[in-house]
């Protein structure tokens, strides 16, 4: 399955954050859940807490760790792909305009 451009969480980002790391549809993982919710419900309510408490602890987790790189002065701002390729079709763009101008 291909994963969904849609992976906004919709009660404690359980279903999202893990179809995200396994690159699966999270519409398919929430289906999986409410089966498995259906099925056995203490186990499902049990898992999906643990997972909840787990997400949430190494969000909080790395968003310190960014933090700390924020204040010790490691946060070079890298230009993103797209960035990086408009800047590329600008250089070569004002090169096409210098060369018909010759």
């Known amino acids: 399955?291909?994963?969904?451009?849609?992976?906004?969480?919709?009660?404690?980002?359980?279903?999202?954050?893990?179809?995200?790391?396994?690159?699966?549809?999270?519409?398919?993982?929430?289906?999986?859940?409410?089966i498995l919710l259906l099925a056995k419900t203490v186990?499902?309510?049990?898992?999906?807490?643990?997972?909840?408490?787990?997400?949430?602890?190494?969000?909080?987790?790395?968003?310190?760790q960014a933090a700390d790189h924020d204040q010790a002065g490691g946060a070079v701002s890298r230009p993103t792909a797209y960035s990086e390729r408009i800047s590329d079709l600008d250089r070569r763009f004002r090169e096409w305009e210098q060369s018909l101008r010759k």
């Open 1 to 34: 399955m291909s994963p969904s451009t849609d992976i906004t969480p919709l009660l404690a980002g359980v279903c999202s954050r893990f179809a995200s790391m396994l690159h699966f549809n999270v519409w398919a993982l929430r289906a999986v859940f409410i």
């Open 43 to 64: 186990l499902a309510v049990i898992v999906y807490g643990i997972l909840a408490l787990l997400f949430h602890a190494v969000g909080r987790y790395r968003g310190q």
